[in-house]
């Protein structure tokens, strides 16, 4: 299997999410989170911290910023690009 999720070398334990109407929404594990994510029609945002499993060594990560998050992204080979767009379009 060669996609995204085949990667990953994580297991997200839990995490709040922050929904557009003000209020927040608890989430179990992957298979919740993946589930609201092909419910949801609004913006929703991840709520720090939250925690991450390493399916390699079983250590537990805490992650608690976008910087923490993205790089327990790129350990999985997901390579993640921030653009600053200047001007109008």
Do not use: W
């Not at 990953?8 to 993946?34: K, P, V």
């Not at 390699?56 to 690009?81: N, Q, Y």
């Amino acid at each position: 299997m060669n996609n995204l999720f085949s990667r990953l070398s994580f297991l997200l334990l839990s995490l709040t999410l922050g929904l557009e109407n003000g209020n927040s929404l608890e989430i179990a594990d992957a298979d919740e989170y993946f589930a609201f994510l092909m419910d949801e029609e609004g913006e929703f945002e991840l709520l720090y911290p939250f925690f991450l499993q390493n399916l390699i060594d079983d250590s537990v990560m805490e992650v608690t910023s976008d910087e923490d998050f993205i790089a327990a992204l790129e350990d999985c080979g997901i390579e993640i690009v921030k653009r600053l767009f200047v001007g109008t379009f």
